[in-house]
């Protein structure tokens, strides 16, 4: 048995992997068409459009629901794994996001009336998802799904 063999040939990995990697990339080109800016780094951040996570959960549901069916355990285990993440990139780390938003508006303000010395590093803002985004994501990943396990050879 060779692990490392093993490894490259997993098909769902793959196109859990890929996908995520398509919706990021995608991600890039949203930014340069909508905003009309070059920004790679957004490749390598979380939130936006689309939600690489609920791709990348998506496409291994998809392809565990073709190769080993809905009514199989692995199905069942692979979409409430998905769920929970897509609850959880709109819920909890959307939430995350508003709050660090709302921290760095006070931070501002609290800057122009406290004297010098004051320059606390703004907090990240877009940890999460709109449904939107988690929608567009989770059809990127069902389309890798479909072209991995029933296109492809």
Same mark, same amino acid.
Not at 4 to 33: C, E, H, M, P, Y
Not at 35 to 59: I, Y
């Given at each position: 048995?060779?692990?490392?063999?093993?490894? *490259?040939?997993?098909?769902?990995?793959?196109?859990?992997?890929?996908?995520?990697?398509?919706?990021?990339?995608l991600k890039v080109?949203?930014?340069?068409? %909508?905003? +009309? $800016?070059?920004?790679?780094?957004?490749?390598?951040?979380?939130?936006?459009?689309?939600?690489?996570?609920?791709? #990348?959960?998506a496409a291994l !549901?998809?392809?565990?629901?073709?190769?080993?069916?809905?009514?199989? &355990?692995?199905?069942? #285990?692979?979409?409430?794994?998905?769920?929970?993440?897509?609850?959880?990139?709109?819920?909890? $780390?959307?939430?995350?996001?508003?709050?660090? +938003?709302?921290?760095?508006?006070?931070?501002?303000?609290l800057r122009a009336? /406290? +004297?010098?010395?004051? =320059?606390? !590093?703004?907090?990240? /803002? *877009? @940890?999460?998802?709109?449904?939107?985004?988690? *929608?567009?994501?989770? *059809?990127?990943?069902?389309? =890798?799904?479909?072209?991995? %396990? $029933?296109? @492809? &050879?």
């Amino acid at each position: 048995m060779n692990s490392f063999a093993d490894l *490259l040939g997993n098909r769902w990995l793959w196109t859990a992997v890929l996908s995520s990697t398509g919706a990021q990339v995608l991600k890039v080109i949203l930014i340069l068409l %909508f905003e +009309r $800016r070059w920004r790679p780094a957004a490749f390598m951040e979380t939130g936006g459009m689309p939600s690489s996570h609920s791709a #990348m959960v998506a496409a291994l !549901t998809t392809g565990v629901a073709l190769s080993e069916g809905m009514n199989s &355990p692995l199905f069942a #285990m692979s979409a409430v794994f998905a769920l929970i993440v897509m609850y959880d990139a709109t819920g909890v $780390r959307h939430s995350s996001g508003q709050q660090a +938003r709302l921290l760095n508006e006070l931070v501002d303000e609290l800057r122009a009336v /406290v +004297r010098e010395g004051f =320059a606390p !590093t703004p907090l990240r /803002v *877009l @940890l999460g998802h709109t449904y939107l985004e988690v *929608l567009a994501g989770t *059809l990127i990943g069902i389309g =890798a799904g479909f072209i991995a %396990f $029933r296109v @492809l &050879p």
